[in-house]
C-alpha cells in the first residue's frame, strides 16, 4: 500500500477547522437562494472565481457574506450535518470546529443557545448514525469590541461542558491592529472559569502575535503559528513547553501567508522539534480537505506512513476529550492497521 491508499483510508483527527467556512459551495447556493441573499455570484465556477482571494481583509469580507445565508437554526444545523458527513467520509473520528456565533446572532438575531441547540442536533446524529465526534471552539472575531468579547466568553464559560459541546474559547480574524491583548478581559473570565482557551495567532501578524496569545490566554494549542519561525527564542519556547500548533498549509498558501506550499515552513517547524497537527481550515474555500492535505504534504515533502500517522497521532493527544475518552481514540489509531 502506498503512503497516499494509506492516508485515504487511515483513521483521522482535525483541530482546526471551521464551521461557516466549511459550507459545500452547492448548499450556499441553494441557501442564498431560499434566504434571498445576493451573493456576487450565482454558479460554481463563480463562486471558485469569488474564492480567490487577494488578501486576508477580502477573505473576511467574503466569510461575512456567507454567514449573511444562515438565518435559520435549520440552516445552522443542515450545514453542520453536512460538514459532519464530509467528515465521516475522510474517516475523522473527532473534530474540534471553531464557530462564530456572535457573527451569526449580529446578523440574524439567534441567540446563542438557540445555535448551540441546532449544532448539538446535528452532532447527536452524527454520534448516533456515523460514528463520529465533534467538540466546539467557540470564538472571538478579533475585530468586535472587547465588551461583546467579554459578553462572548461569559456565555462560553456557562456553557462549558463536553456534553454541550462547547469546548474551548477562541480567538479569530484578522490580527494585524487587533492583538490578543484587546480581549485580555474576555479570556481572563474564561480561565477564571476553568475553560480553555486556543487563539489564532502567527497567521497574519508575526511572533509578537504568538507571544500575546501566550501571555493573555496561556493559550492551549496556537491556531496556525507558522509565523515563529521568524523568532528562534519563540522556537525555543514551544519546543520546550510542546504547545500544538495547528498547521494549515494549503490555506497559508491561499492566503498569501507562504508563496507557496514547498516554501512552507512546515519541514522546519518538523526539524525543530515543534508539536504540529494538519489541519483544513476551511476547506471549500481553499478547495482542500484535510485527506487533501496529508496527501499534498506527503507528495510535496516526501512524507511516509511513519510521519503521517505521527501526525494524526499529535492531533488526537491535543484534542480536549476527556481522559478516558482521549485514551480510548488514542488506542484506537494506534491500533489502526490499514497499513
Known amino acids: 500500500m502506498t503512503v ?68 435559520t437554526v435549520d440552516d445552522i444545523e443542515l450545514v453542520t450535518r453536512e460538514f459532519l458527513q464530509g467528515q465521516a467520509g475522510q474517516h475523522i473520528l473527532h473534530t474540534e470546529a471553531t464557530y462564530t456565533a456572535e457573527t451569526v446572532r449580529l446578523l440574524h438575531s439567534i441567540a446563542y443557545d438557540d445555535q448551540l441547540a441546532a449544532i448539538n442536533r446535528a452532532r447527536a446524529w452524527a454520534r448516533r448514525d456515523l460514528g463520529v465526534t465533534m467538540a466546539l471552539i467557540v470564538d472571538i472575531a478579533r475585530e468586535v469590541p472587547p465588551d461583546v468579547g467579554v459578553r462572548i466568553a461569559r456565555w462560553v464559560a456557562g456553557a462549558h461542558d463536553m456534553e454541550t459541546g462547547v469546548a474551548a474559547l477562541g480567538l479569530g480574524g484578522y490580527e494585524v491592529g487587533h492583538p490578543a491583548e484587546k480581549h485580555a478581559a474576555a479570556f481572563k473570565l474564561a480561565r477564571g472559569a476553568g475553560v480553555p482557551c486556543i487563539l489564532h495567532a502567527g497567521e497574519t501578524s508575526g511572533p509578537e502575535s504568538i507571544w500575546g496569545a501566550i501571555r493573555v490566554a496561556d493559550t492551549q494549542r496556537i491556531g496556525h503559528g507558522v509565523r515563529c519561525v521568524e523568532d528562534p527564542p519563540l522556537v525555543a519556547y514551544l519546543r520546550e513547553k510542546q504547545i500544538p500548533l495547528e498547521v494549515c ?91
Open 4 to 71: 497516499i491508499d494509506y492516508i485515504r483510508q487511515m483513521p483521522k483527527v482535525e483541530l482546526h477547522v471551521h464551521i461557516e467556512g466549511s459550507i459545500r459551495p452547492e448548499t450556499l447556493l441553494t441557501l442564498a437562494q431560499r434566504n434571498h441573499v445576493d451573493l456576487p455570484f450565482d454558479t460554481l465556477d463563480g463562486l471558485r472565481q469569488w474564492y480567490t482571494f487577494i488578501d486576508f481583509p477580502h477573505f473576511v469580507d467574503i466569510y461575512v457574506e456567507i454567514t449573511r445565508c444562515l438565518k
Open 249 to 339: 498549509p494549503t490555506s497559508n498558501v491561499c492566503l498569501k501567508v507562504c508563496p507557496s506550499l514547498a516554501k512552507h515552513p512546515l519541514p522546519q517547524l518538523l526539524k525543530d522539534g515543534l508539536y504540529v497537527t494538519l489541519n483544513s481550515d476551511d476547506p471549500p474555500m481553499f478547495n482542500t480537505t484535510l485527506t487533501d492535505e496529508y496527501i499534498t504534504c506527503a507528495n510535496t515533502f516526501g512524507w511516509d506512513v511513519s510521519t503521517v500517522r505521527q501526525l494524526v497521532l499529535n492531533a488526537a493527544k491535543a484534542a480536549l476529550l476527556p481522559q478516558p475518552r482521549k485514551r480510548a481514540l488514542i488506542a484506537r489509531l494506534a491500533a489502526s492497521t490499514v497499513a
